[in-house]
């Protein structure tokens, strides 16, 4: 967790393939702890040909049956599903980046958090994102989702203040 933190977390990223992957870690997530899906993060890498938007929204009902006996992953068929649907709707925006970056003309937000308890669970920026997504078809991206994935690719900065680990210089492509 600390090595996520510190390396990772809130750290603004633009890459495609990356913001994918969190988008479907988020989604797993829901439910259970964040612990619980890094330790599983490199299963779902293999599991889902490491993050390759195009493969992901090709799997059929075949490949969908095969995810749901790896007990490397999260084996919840609606979840499974939200990332072949969420795929697809990938490819139909052309970018994922550009799609999440351009509600924030392309800048994170500072919100320069005192304390842990003001970091809320979900924002007007992200019930907006959340309702554009669910129009587009993405599945599991409610608002609250959506505001910890806003934190986890850097589009909201919510280390708060104290936090060695909450500026940046410059922006990251991570390939973790």
């Given at each position: 967790m600390r090595e996520y933190h510190d390396n990772e977390w809130g750290k603004p990223c633009r890459d495609g393939?990356?913001?994918?992957?969190?988008?479907?870690l988020e989604g797993a997530q829901a439910g259970l702890s964040w612990a619980t899906i890094l330790h599983k993060r490199e299963n779902y890498r293999a599991a889902f040909d490491q993050w390759d938007i195009a493969k992901i929204a090709a799997y059929d009902e075949d490949k969908?049956?095969?995810?749901?006996?790896?007990?490397?992953?999260?084996?919840?068929?609606?979840?499974?599903?939200?990332?072949?649907?969420?795929?697809?709707?990938?490819?139909?925006l052309g970018s994922l980046s550009d799609f999440i970056w351009r509600y924030v003309d392309g800048k994170p937000i500072d919100n320069r958090r005192e304390q842990f308890g003001d970091v809320p669970a979900k924002t007007e920026l992200?019930?907006?994102?959340?309702?554009?997504?669910?129009?587009?078809?993405?599945?599991?991206?409610?608002?609250?989702?959506?505001?910890?994935?806003?934190?986890?690719?850097?589009?909201?900065?919510d280390h708060i203040t104290s936090c060695d680990f909450r500026g940046y210089e410059t922006e990251t492509q991570l390939h973790v």
């Open positions: 393939r990356k913001l994918f992957e969190m988008l479907t969908i049956a095969q995810l749901l006996t790896n007990p490397g992953i999260i084996r919840n068929r609606l979840k499974i599903r939200s990332a072949v649907t969420n795929a697809q709707a990938t490819l139909k992200s019930d907006r994102i959340s309702r554009d997504m669910k129009k587009l078809g993405f599945k599991f991206v409610g608002s609250t989702i959506i505001y910890s994935y806003l934190q986890a690719i850097g589009v909201v900065n």
